[in-house]
Antibody, heavy 120, light 111 residues
Framework: QVQLQESGPGLVKPSQTLSLTCTVS??????????WSWIRQPPGKGLEWIGY???????YYNPSLKSRVTISVDTSKNQFSLKLSSVTAADTAVYYC????????????WGQGTLVTVSS | QSVLTQPPSASGTPGQRVTISCSGS????????VYWYQQLPGTAPKLLIY???QRPSGVPDRFSGSKSGTSASLAISGLRSEDEADYYC????????????FGGGTKLTVL
């Protein structure tokens, strides 16, 4: 059974960089069958796709966040990471890491989510 | 403002059939698959429908999806109290560099 687990600081100061890591267990991140994604959900609001990375390192980002987002992968640790720079209160959200099937079968595994609050 | 448009709320009584709509454009729903996700309170979303109308293993056949043109629908028949949740549609969007776009979500209340 594939499991994903987010980790990182729950509180980030405005203008700083938010950094999260997702550890994948029960499956290899090097599988060419999946994209490894980040999705966020502000409190009480809907889902917003941030971007994803393929095991090869190819990335796709939400155009509205592209200038501030970096997603990277560490296949040796079976992890992928998110960095979001110059954060503001609007970036306060539950951040989910997830696995998306590259064959159009959808986002089939999600982490439990981690709340990141941007506040001084 | 979400790229895909869903009604903010829907409701039904146990046993009833409820549908939730999702409206998009030619660059997303009109040319790509539609997905539906169910989010129970306090939990991560769960894949409910993929490729417009396919159910993952374990999803009851009470849930069904359809797509026509630039719109899609999720139907839930034989409504149960445990179906009370938020439902999100999603699709790839060719005009946004291949991004995934979500609907704003529909909160389903079982009366």
């Amino acid at each position: 059974q594939v499991q994903l687990q987010e980790s990182g600081p729950g509180l980030v100061k405005p203008s700083q960089t938010l950094s999260l890591t997702c550890t994948v267990s029960g499956g290899s991140i090097s599988s060419g069958d999946y994209y490894w994604s980040w999705i966020r959900q502000p409190p009480g609001k809907g889902l917003e796709w941030i971007g994803y990375i393929y095991y090869s390192g190819s990335t796709y980002y939400n155009p509205s966040l592209k200038s501030r987002v970096t997603i990277s992968v560490d296949t040796s640790k079976n992890q992928f990471s998110l960095k979001l720079s110059s954060v503001t209160a609007a970036d306060t959200a539950v951040y989910y890491c997830a696995r998306e099937d590259s064959g159009y079968d959808g986002i089939d595994y999600w982490g439990q989510g981690t709340l990141v609050t941007v506040s001084s | 403002q979400s790229v895909l448009t869903q009604p903010p709320s829907a409701s039904g009584t146990p046993g009833q059939r409820v549908t939730i709509s999702c409206s998009g454009s030619s660059s997303n729903i009109g040319s790509n698959y539609v997905y539906w996700y169910q989010q129970l309170p306090g939990t991560a979303p769960k894949l409910l429908i993929y490729r417009n109308n396919q159910r993952p293993s374990g999803v009851p056949d009470r849930f069904s999806g359809s797509k026509s043109g630039t719109s899609a629908s999720l139907a839930i028949s034989g409504l149960r109290s445990e179906d009370e949740a938020d439902y999100y549609c999603a699709a790839w969007d060719d005009s946004l560099s291949g991004s995934v776009v979500f609907g704003g979500g529909t909160k389903l209340t079982v009366l």
